[in-house]
C-alpha cells in the first residue's frame, strides 16, 4: 500500500516532516525572537521530560517556559540577539529560581518587565497564569544599564492591562543594583538593599497540612469540651485588622499518635516536613501571616493551619514591633513588589527590609504597657470568654486593654440560646488558656449564669410539659446578664440587631433564630431547631452535644409525646387547630423515630470509618463532627423547607465528594476507587453483619 492511500502512514509522515522543521529552526541562529513559551511546571512534566531536563537544563527545569528562555538566550549570544516573550512570572521572586535570576543577570541584558499578572489572556479567566513580558538580549549589561518596566498586575482585565501599558509611567532600577542584592530578587522598589532585611531578627515556619482536613479538622464549637484527643488549631485571619482572629479551629492531633500520623505515613505526605518546621515555634509568642491574603495577628503558641506562616522573634522583647511592622500595609506592598504570586512563601516574607529601630519606636508608643494578652468579643473564637454581652477593648487613650460598653450587637442573643441551652466556651473551660485579666473576669461573670442553663439540653419554644417557654427563659437570662443595665429599650436594640426589629423573641426564636445560628456558626450549628411545620405546633431547641440515643428517645416519646397528648385532649375539647396540630406533630414523631433507628437511608455514614465503626441508629460520635451527624435530621421527609428535613431551615451542607484521593488502605477504597465519598448509606443488616461489632452494639 501506497504512504498516499495508507491514513495511519499519512499522518505518521506529518509528524515527521513536522519534527524534520522544528529541528531545522532550532539549529539556526537568530537576532530576534518573539514568542509565548509554553508553560509546564515540575510536577506535570513526563518522567521522560525531567530527565532530559535535569541533564541539559537544571537551572530552569522547573518550569518548561524558562526552559524555552534558556534556550533562547544561547542561541542569540553569538549575535547579541534579543528575545521578548510572555511567561509565568514567578521566577521573579521566588527562591528556587534564584540561580536562574543570577544567571540572567550576569550574562544578558535586560531591558523591559512587565509584570501583567492574572487575567491578562482574554482567552484564559480567572487566576490560571500570573505573567510577564519580558525583553532581553544576550549580552553583558553594562554597570550603569537601566532596567526599564510596568506594573499593570492589579488591573482586572485583558482590556484594561493593555491600556494600562500604553498609558502607566514607567519604572526603572538598575540592573547591578538587582544583581548585588541578596537574593537578586527584582524589584522596582525603592528601598535600600543596604538596610537589614526581617530575617536577620526572626524565624519564619510553614504550618501543617492534613491533607484531609474534613476528617482532621473541625470548628472549636462541634466539640462540646475539648478533649487530648483536639488541640486548638489556629487558621488564616478573617478580620481585615486585629490582635487577634483566626481561632476558629482545633485538629484531631492525638499527642502526634494518632490516626493523623498513620495517615500521613500511609500517604507519604508533607505533614511530616512540616510538623518538622512548625513544631519550632509551637509554644512560643509570634505572628501568624496568611500567605494568601498576608493578614497578620497575633500568635500565642498553637498549632497552626497551611497557608499560614507564623514568624516568631529572636528577642521576645521585639514581638511589639514585628506585630506592628506586619500589620502596616507598607509590609504588603514591600511583599508584593518581590512576589506577585497568589500564594507567598514562608520565605519570602522575610526578605523585606526591616528598620528596628525605627518600628521599635512606633510599638513603644501604641504599646507602652506591653503588648495585649488575647481577648475577643466574637463567640467563634475559643478565646471568647463566654458572656452574652460582656465587651473587652483596646482603649487607645490609656493604650490598654478595658471592659467596654455591654454589647447589643447581632450575636448576643445568639450567645444566651446557647448558654439557656446549656453550652460553654472553651475558656471557660480552660482555666490554663491565655486570657487577658479582663477577659477572666467575664469568664466569671458567665459562671453566675450557670443556673438559667437548662439541664437536658431541650428547650421548647411552646410550653411542654410544665416547662416555661424559651422565650420567657431566654429573657430571664439576658435580664440576668445585663442586670441594672437591663431595659425594655435594651431588648428592642438586641430585636433589630438579630433583623427582627418591632417584634418578639417568641417570634425571633420561631422565625429567625436558626438560620442567623447557621450563619454565625459557619453552617456548622450545634444548636438544632426541630419543628412539626407549623408556626403554632411543636417547636424545639436541642443542644447537639447532649442529644445521644436516651435523650433523643426523650424528646420523641416524652415532649414530644406530652405534646401529643395535649393536642389529643384538646380535640376531646373541641378547640379549634388541634387536630392539624396532632396530625403536624405525630408525623414529626414518626420522622424521628426513623432517625433513631436509623435505617438506610436515614443512617450516619463517615467515609474514614470501617464497616464495623460505623454508627447504629443514632448514636453519633460528636468526634466526626456536626457535617456528617446533622445528615439523618436533614434527609428524612421535609417538613417545611426543602432540603431541611426536620429542621426549621436548610443548613447550607452537602455530603458531595471530598478534595484528594484516599490510599489503598482506606476502608472504602475498594468501594469507592480512591474516592473520597460521603454520601453513601449502610442498612442496619449490613452493620450489623460486621464481624467484630459487638453484640452490645447491635442491641
Known amino acids: 500500500m501506497s504512504l498516499e492511500n495508507d491514513p495511519y502512514d499519512q499522518e505518521v509522515g506529518v509528524v515527521a516532516r513536522g519534527s524534520v522543521k522544528a529541528a531545522e529552526l532550532l539549529v539556526k541562529k537568530y537576532n530576534l525572537v518573539i514568542t509565548n513559551v509554553p508553560y509546564l511546571g515540575r510536577s506535570r512534566q513526563s518522567d521522560f521530560l525531567m530527565d532530559y531536563l535535569d541533564d541539559f537544563y537544571p537551572v530552569s527545569k522547573n518550569e518548561l517556559g524558562y526552559v524555552f528562555l534558556e534556550r533562547f538566550i544561547d542561541n542569540l549570544r ?5 528575545i521578548a516573550l510572555v511567561q509565568p512570572q514567578n521566577f521573579l521572586y521566588m527562591p528556587r529560581y534564584k540561580p536562574l535570576r543570577k544567571l540572567l543577570l550576569q550574562t544578558d541584558t535586560w531591558h523591559y518587565v512587565a509584570r501583567l499578572g492574572t487575567s491578562a489572556f482574554e482567552t484564559i479567566s480567572g487566576e490560571v497564569v500570573n505573567v510577564g513580558l519580558f525583553i532581553l538580549s544576550g549580552a553583558y ?13 492589579e488591573l482586572d482585565s485583558a482590556e484594561e492591562k493593555a491600556e494600562g501599558l500604553h498609558k502607566q509611567p514607567q519604572q526603572c532600577v538598575l540592573q547591578q543594583k538587582l544583581l548585588e542584592s541578596k537574593d537578586h530578587v527584582f524589584s ?20 501543617l497540612r492534613t491533607g ?4 482532621f479538622v473541625r470548628f472549636v464549637w462541634e466539640i462540646p469540651q475539648r478533649t487530648w484527643q483536639w488541640d486548638l488549631f489556629q487558621s488564616s485571619s478573617s478580620s481585615e485588622k486585629g490582635f487577634f482572629s483566626g481561632y476558629t479551629n482545633i485538629l484531631f492531633w492525638e499527642n502526634a499518635r494518632g490516626q493523623l500520623h498513620r495517615y500521613a505515613a500511609e500517604t507519604r505526605s508533607k505533614l511530616h516536613d512540616m510538623h518538622e518546621s512548625g513544631n519550632r515555634s509551637w509554644g512560643k509568642y509570634g505572628v501568624a501571616i496568611g500567605q494568601i491574603t498576608l493578614r497578620a495577628t497575633a500568635y500565642f503558641g498553637h498549632k497552626y493551619d497551611n497557608p499560614i506562616a507564623v514568624i516568631t522573634p529572636d528577642k521576645p522583647e521585639h514581638l511589639g514591633s514585628l506585630y506592628c511592622f506586619l500589620q502596616d500595609d507598607q509590609y504588603y506592598a514591600s511583599v508584593k513588589e518581590i512576589n506577585r504570586g497568589l500564594y507567598v512563601t514562608n520565605a519570602a516574607l522575610i526578605k523585606i527590609p526591616f528598620d528596628l529601630e525605627h518600628w521599635q519606636a512606633v510599638a513603644q508608643e501604641r504599646y507602652p504597657n506591653g503588648f495585649p494578652s488575647p481577648y475577643s468579643d466574637d463567640p467563634t473564637q475559643w478565646i471568647f470568654h463566654g458572656h452574652p454581652c460582656g465587651s473587652v477593648v483596646w482603649d487607645e487613650d490609656a493604650k490598654a486593654l478595658a471592659h467596654g460598653d455591654l454589647r447589643t450587637d447581632d450575636t448576643v442573643l445568639q450567645v444566651t440560646v446557647a448558654r439557656l441551652l446549656g453550652y460553654r466556651w472553651p475558656a471557660e473551660l480552660d482555666e490554663e488558656m491565655e486570657l487577658s485579666a479582663e477577659s477572666r473576669e467575664w469568664v466569671a461573670r458567665s459562671g453566675e449564669l450557670l443556673e438559667y442553663a437548662d439541664k437536658d439540653g431541650i428547650v421548647c419554644i411552646p410550653s411542654v410539659r410544665g416547662e416555661r417557654p424559651a422565650a420567657d427563659r431566654l429573657l430571664n437570662l439576658l435580664v440576668a446578664a445585663y442586670s441594672d443595665a437591663w431595659s425594655n429599650d435594651v431588648l428592642g436594640q438586641l430585636l433589630a440587631s438579630a433583623d427582627h426589629a418591632g417584634k418578639t423573641l417568641e417570634t425571633w426564636l420561631r422565625d429567625k433564630f436558626f438560620s442567623q445560628h447557621c450563619a454565625l456558626f459557619n453552617q456548622r450549628p450545634f444548636i438544632w431547631h426541630i419543628w412539626d411545620g407549623l408556626r403554632d405546633g411543636f417547636s424545639v431547641l436541642v443542644n447537639y452535644h447532649k442529644l445521644d440515643y436516651k435523650l433523643l428517645e426523650t424528646l420523641i416519646y ?10 389529643k385532649q384538646d380535640i376531646h375539647q373541641g378547640a379549634d387547630g388541634a387536630q392539624e396540630k396532632l396530625a403536624a406533630a405525630e408525623a414529626l414523631q414518626k420522622r424521628l423515630i426513623l432517625i433513631l433507628k436509623g435505617e438506610a437511608p436515614y443512617d450516619i455514614f463517615v467515609r474514614w470509618k470501617p464497616l464495623e465503626e460505623q454508627p447504629m441508629g443514632w448514636n453519633p460520635d460528636l468526634n466526626d463532627g456536626v457535617r456528617l451527624n446533622i445528615r439523618p435530621f436533614m434527609s428524612v421527609p421535609d417538613i417545611g423547607k426543602k432540603g431541611a428535613g426536620v429542621l426549621r431551615d436548610k443548613p447550607r451542607i452537602d455530603w458531595g465528594k471530598d478534595r484528594g484521593k484516599d490510599v489503598e488502605s482506606a476502608p472504602w477504597y475498594a468501594t469507592f476507587k480512591g474516592e473520597r465519598i460521603n454520601d453513601h448509606h449502610l442498612s442496619l443488616a449490613e452493620k450489623q453483619a460486621a464481624p467484630t461489632r459487638s453484640m452490645r452494639e447491635q442491641t
Not at 141 to 153: R, T
Open 141 to 153: 549589561a553594562d554597570d550603569d544599564h537601566i532596567v526599564n518596566g510596568i506594573d499593570v498586575g
Open 78 to 82: 553569538a549575535n547579541s540577539g534579543v
Open 558 to 567: 416524652n415532649y414530644l409525646g406530652d405534646w401529643i397528648t395535649h393536642q
Open 212 to 215: 484531609d482536613a474534613n476528617r
Open 188 to 207: 522596582f522598589g525603592s528601598v535600600s538593599h543596604s538596610e537589614e532585611l526581617l530575617e536577620s531578627y526572626v524565624a519564619c515556619y510553614q504550618g
